[in-house]
T-cell receptor, first 113, second 108 residues
């Protein structure tokens, strides 16, 4: 599959569970992003990864932990989440240094019970 | 801090009427501004960016640094334009700020 893919597309988890979201891009980009999209709120940038560095949004709780093993894969590890973390989590990629256009995945709809 | 404001949550227009989706930003440097669109059941995708100064699907957007605005315009709305529209500001690849979005509803 081309573009940006995300798995799973839907996830329901309890507050004590540990789960991971996966993102993969096949565009040859060198920067990847995690966004949170909640109802009635703007898209919130959570994390940015490039080959050189990771940039964090300091307001992201530590129960969200990103991992970027290579330029094509990005994970978001989740543990002890709260119901207010229920949202659509979007992954995106771009070619940092050339174009800041974001290419988005379809998202993972997360529900925390 | 950079900020993007889209004052309208919903904009309803009749088919064939002009459309203007408002976007105002606050940023002291030279911004890079984008409009993204999300059609029903599709992923968020780029519509246009200010540096290219192009027209996509009949839409244009002009950066007005004096008014710190980047409004999206189309002279004649079509039904297929109905979607969510997001204005975004970037500062390099690391700093990305999106507005809250405007839902455009084109009435047949």
């Amino acid at each position: 599959e081309t573009g940006v893919t995300q798995t799973p597309r839907h996830l329901v988890m309890g507050m004590t569970n540990k789960k991971s979201l996966k993102c993969e891009q096949h565009l040859g980009h060198n920067a990847m992003y995690w966004y949170k999209q909640s109802a009635k709120k703007p898209l919130e940038l959570m994390f940015v990864y490039s080959l050189e560095e990771r940039v964090e949004n300091n307001s992201v709780p530590s129960r969200f932990s990103p991992e970027c093993p290579n330029s094509s894969h990005l994970f978001l590890h989740l543990h002890t989440l709260q119901p207010e973390d229920s949202a659509l989590y979007l992954c995106a990629s771009s070619h940092a240094g050339t174009s800041n256009e974001q290419f988005f995945g379809p998202g993972t709809r997360l529900t925390v019970l | 801090a950079q900020r993007v404001t889209q004052p309208e949550k919903l904009l309803s227009v009749f088919k064939g009427a002009p459309v203007e989706l408002k976007c105002n930003y606050s940023y002291s440097g030279s911004p890079e501004l984008f409009w993204y669109v999300q059609y029903s059941r599709q992923r968020l995708q780029l519509l246009l960016r200010h540096i290219s100064r192009e027209s996509i699907k009949g839409f244009t957007a002009d950066l007005n640094k004096g008014e710190t605005s980047f409004h999206l315009k189309k002279p004649f709305a079509q039904e297929e334009d109905s979607a969510m529209y997001y204005c975004a500001l970037t500062r390099g690849y690391q700093k990305v700020t999106f507005g809250t979005g405007t839902k455009l509803q084109v009435i047949p």
